[in-house]
C-alpha cells in the first residue's frame, strides 16, 4: 500500500503529499480535542479575560502560591506524539496547490469508491493521519473530517488521491 497521497486535478501545482512527516507540522492538531474547539465560538479575547479573572479571584483567596507548589507532572512532546491522534487542516495544501478559479469540486478516491464533496467543504475539512502515535496502515494512509464534525464517527477512508475539479 502507499503512504501517499497525491492532490491534482484544476490546480496550478499538482502536489505528493506525504502523511508520514506531519507528524513533524506545527500545523497539527489533537484530533480528540479538534471538533470540541470548533464547536466553542468563544473568541480568543474572551478566553484570555475569562482566564485572568479566574486568576485574580484565587490570589485574592488563596494568596501567592509559591512557583514549587504549583508545578504539576508535564507530559513530553515525545509521549504526547507517540499516544495522540492527529490531524491537519486540509485548507493549507488546496492553498498551496493553487486551484483554478473554474475549480468548484473535489473528489476523494477511496478504496470504498469515491466521494465527491464541494471545494468549499474541503478547505474546511481536515486529514487525520495519526490515531494513538501510529500512521494509518490498515485504512489509511489519510482520512478525511468535515470541519463541523458531522462524519466524526464515520470519516472518508483509504484515500489515496484527491482531485480538484
Known sequence: MEFIVALNGKV???LTLDPGVWIFDDRKEDLNTLFDRKNNKESEQEKYLKDVSAHWDRELQEGAVPPSEKQKPKTTLK????????AISLSYFIYNAQPHPDAEKVTFKSGDGNVEITLKEAQEGYLAFSENGKPLKTDGPVH???GDGSNKENPIKHITAI???
Open 12 to 14: 496550478n501545482y499538482p
Open 79 to 86: 509521549e504526547t506524539l507517540l499516544t495522540s491522534s492527529f
Open 144 to 146: 478525511f473530517y468535515f
Open 163 to 165: 482531485t480538484i475539479q
